[in-house]
Nanobody
Framework: QVQLVESGGGLVQAGGSLRLSCTPS????????AGWFRQAPGKEREFVAA????????YYADSVKGRFSISRDYAKNTVYLQMNSLKPEDTAVYFC?????????????????WGQGTQVTVSS
């Protein structure tokens, strides 16, 4: 069964950068929209960014526009989330998400596969 595997989380100071990676493991995954969600302690999981299968369109939450960038590397079959100008309020567990059959995962109900999550902590 295909699983999504994230990496790249960690501890960073405010104003710093991190890049998260997400790669399908255990099988082939094609024709999927990809996205990132995050969940802070005591809060609901929220949408962060998404990209279509062919990277023709990207979508961002207002809170990360201009600071985060989602992209895909087809040769490596990897989805990235480049996070710049990080703020303490970006601290959360970040989850990779996939929407099958070209679905774009911009809400929890549009996600068919989840990664296990990776912790991002931004210190002030």
């Amino acid at each position: 069964q295909v699983q999504l595997v994230e990496s790249g989380g960690g501890l960073v100071q405010a104003g710093g950068s991190l890049r998260l990676s997400c790669t399908p493991s255990g099988g082939t995954l094609r024709n999927f929209g990809a996205g990132w969600f995050r969940q802070a302690p005591g809060k609901e999981r929220e949408f962060v960014a998404a990209v279509t299968w062919r990277s023709t369109n990207t979508y961002y939450a207002d809170s990360v526009k201009g600071r985060f960038s989602i992209s895909r590397d087809y040769a490596k079959n990897t989805v990235y989330l480049q996070m710049n100008s990080l703020k303490p309020e970006d601290t959360a567990v970040y989850f990779c998400a996939a929407g099958l059959n070209f679905r774009i995962p911009r809400s929890i109900g549009e996600v068919d596969l989840w990664g296990q999550g990776t912790q991002v902590t931004v210190s002030s």
